[in-house]
């Protein structure tokens, strides 16, 4: 799951430009789900498993796994939780609505 999870790559160019779709009907779009909130879904559930963390929402994973792990001294899942849900945000405010 994390090899998985690491094949994912950044959608930047050559000079740190956003790589964007080219063709279809998102052309000229970044694709929010895929390269956004994908590695925060995937980091959450490989950071879950190897702690036993037993939560499921992707939110929640990083907090649980933390709580007991010894990891919540060094390093905050806060950040984390915060940066996937104002990516959320992002994509939900800025999908066109189904018609």
Do not use: C, I, W
């Amino acid at each position: 799951m994390a090899a998985n999870a690491l094949r994912n790559r950044p959608p930047l160019g050559l000079v740190r430009d956003f790589v964007v779709e080219s063709e279809g009907e998102h052309a000229n779009t970044l694709d929010l789900k895929l390269n956004g909130s994908t590695p925060f879904v995937d980091a959450a559930r490989v950071f879950a498993l190897a702690t036993g963390a037993e939560a499921t929402g992707t939110a929640a994973r990083p907090a649980r796994a933390s709580q007991g792990s010894g990891l919540a001294t060094q390093h905050s899942p806060r950040p984390a939780a915060l940066s996937y849900s104002l990516t959320l945000l992002f994509s939900f405010s800025l999908s066109e609505p189904e018609r």
